[in-house]
């Protein structure tokens, strides 16, 4: 299949990677050229637009950082819905607001286009190692046609529907509910840590009995080593999706009066540690507000 693919950040460059060795013909983008010389020597062939990455292409991927970065590559002479063409496809596998998927599905069709969401759940090392799980709406025919991109980079993939938008709904609840685990664990391990358990401790009574699932283990290893650098998916990041599911909760009049502690704890981190930390390092300022 012939593929553009926009966006060479951590995520990114793992997943047009596997596209290039599942042996698809792969133009890339990125906004920084450097980043896409390890994909040149896969077999990808660089391009200086978007709208040239996007011009004759069967599927144009976007994995970009935020709907603003995602507007910039999409619009203007130099933009993807100018390269793409009628009847092209685009597939977005940003974590995007509700909003700006549903504005995109109207934009491409009022170009003939058509319009898949897919944001996928993983770290840059699942993206590397092809086992993302990737949440995808559109019209069928569409995910018909993208079956094997995903096949190449996931171990599943959820289908939701033809409305682009549930995909980004699902994406942004999931990544609430992830940083909600990390928050909770963060809690207990200060807890233990201040009692004289080490958190370590905690973490194989934990994953050993009620929480043995591949979140609590990754994550909870991260809280119990502190070791939130270098950034695996980096705090502004997540504070940028916690933000995006506070304006979905806000339009569908939904309470989540733990998202508040989500982002005040982001807020902190970042402001105490710097932009460079990992999301999960919130649990080192729930330490020390403990003064662990």
């Known amino acids: 299949m012939k593929i553009g693919f926009l966006g060479l950040g951590k995520m990114g460059a793992g997943i047009a990677a596997n596209l290039i060795k599942a042996g698809h013909d792969t133009l890339v983008w990125n906004r920084s050229a450097a980043k896409a010389d390890p994909l040149l020597g896969l077999g990808a062939r660089l391009t200086v ?21 995602l507007h910039a590559v999409i619009q203007g002479e130099d933009g993807l819905m100018a390269g793409l063409g ?36 993983g770290r840059p090392e699942a ?18 046609k993208v079956a094997p991109i995903f096949a190449a980079i996931s171990q599943r993939v959820f289908k939701l529907g033809a409305d682009p938008a549930a995909a980004n709904l699902v994406k942004l609840c999931g990544n609430f509910m992830i940083l909600a685990a990390v928050e909770a664990m963060g809690e207990a391990m200060t807890l233990a840590a201040k009692g004289g358990v080490q958190r370590s401790q905690l973490l194989e009574v934990l994953t050993g009995s009620l929480f043995d699932v591949p979140l609590y283990r990754n994550y909870g290893a991260m809280l119990a080593e502190q070791r939130f650098m270098p950034a695996g998916f ?24 733990l998202l508040g502690v989500l982002r005040d704890h982001l807020l902190q981190t970042i402001a105490v540690e710097g932009e460079d930390i ?11 507000n403990a003064g662990v």
């Open 234 to 257: 980096a705090a502004p990041l997540g504070l940028k999706d916690m933000r995006l599911a506070a304006q979905a909760a806000d339009t569908l009049r939904v309470p989540m009066p």
């Open 278 to 288: 990992d999301w999960s390092g919130i649990g080192r300022t729930i330490a020390k």
């Open 49 to 69: 637009t978007p709208r040239q990455c996007a011009s004759g292409r069967d599927v144009v991927i976007t994995m970009l950082a935020d709907d603003a970065a």
């Open 86 to 121: 009628a009847t092209g496809l685009h597939v977005s596998m940003s974590t995007i607001a509700v909003a700006t998927a549903e504005r995109l599905k109207i934009d491409h069709a009022a170009h003939g286009q058509r319009f898949v969401s897919a944001p996928v759940f």
């Open 127 to 144: 993206a590397a190692a092809a086992k993302l799980f990737v949440v995808a709406a559109g019209e069928e025919a569409d995910l018909q």
